[in-house]
């Protein structure tokens, strides 16, 4: 901006009608300056808001997580439960998908799935082809998809390719940041986050003005600043003689 109050500035060394072109170059100016300087700072505004939230006592943070079946739930669980700041963990339910389902097939797993395993404590058929299964608490989402693999082994002779174990994760909000890191280092990131941090996250992004509209302004403040460069060397002598004018104003 420095730059640019300068330029205007040089007004008086350039020809009337090249005004224009200073306008132009503190508008470009600017916005450049908004999109790589501007933009990155502004953009960290959520995480910098966020942080009251995460240093206030007692807030919670839950995450559902969504799991592969390879996933070694064991230790993973005892995993997040040996770090500092954790609440609770819970497989809550899992996914299995097969193939799209006509109307005969959707009834046949519609009365079939509630008898494969007693812990199975709700569950749902899509057309889709796949099947949504709620489980009894406490109950090991691993076992569940072994009673179903063994099931579906027995009437079709194959294996199942894949299964997806959906769970909850509740932490102290001061350290969302460690278990974040904790989850991504085994390929995790969490579905969703629900919590007064995350709240505070999707208020302050909801307020925000784009990476566009900030860019956009800068080359508007730019060419504001330009033009008080233009004439400043008309303001100043105004302001002096009305100092001046109050000044001998006071005296009389």
């Known amino acids: 901006m420095v730059f640019i109050f300068s330029i205007g500035m040089l007004r008086q060394y350039i020809p009337r009608k090249e005004v224009i072109l200073i306008i132009i170059v503190a508008f470009l100016i600017g916005s450049i300056g908004g999109a790589f300087f501007l933009d990155p700072i502004y953009d960290e505004l959520p995480n910098v808001v966020s942080l009251v939230e995460k240093n206030m006592p007692n807030n919670e943070e ?19 439960s040996g770090t500092e700041g954790f609440k609770s963990f819970k497989e809550e339910s899992i996914t299995i998908p097969l193939w799209s389902f006509n109307e005969q097939e959707m009834d046949y797993y519609n009365s079939i799935v509630g008898n494969i395993d007693s812990n199975y404590k709700n569950f749902t058929v899509n057309q889709s082809g796949t099947i949504d299964i709620t489980l009894a608490d406490n109950y090991s989402a691993t076992d569940a998809i072994k009673s179903f693999a063994d099931w579906y082994k027995l009437v079709y002779g194959g294996s199942l390719s894949y299964a997806q174990i959906h769970a909850v994760l509740v932490i102290d909000s001061t350290a969302l940041d460690t278990f974040e890191a904790n989850l991504l280092e085994r390929g995790i990131v969490a579905s969703h986050i629900e919590g007064p941090v995350q709240d505070s996250i999707d208020n302050t992004n909801s307020s925000m003005l784009s990476n566009v509209e900030i860019t956009l302004l800068s080359g508007v403040i730019g060419v504001v600043v330009a033009v008080l460069g233009i004439y400043v060397d008309s303001v100043v002598p105004a302001f002096r003689r009305f100092k001046k004018f109050l000044s001998e104003k006071r005296r009389r």
Not at 62 to 80: I, P
Request: hydrophobic share 30%; proline share 0%.
């Open 62 to 80: 839950t995450l559902y997580l969504d799991l592969s079946s390879s996933t070694n739930m064991k230790e993973l669980k005892d995993n997040l």
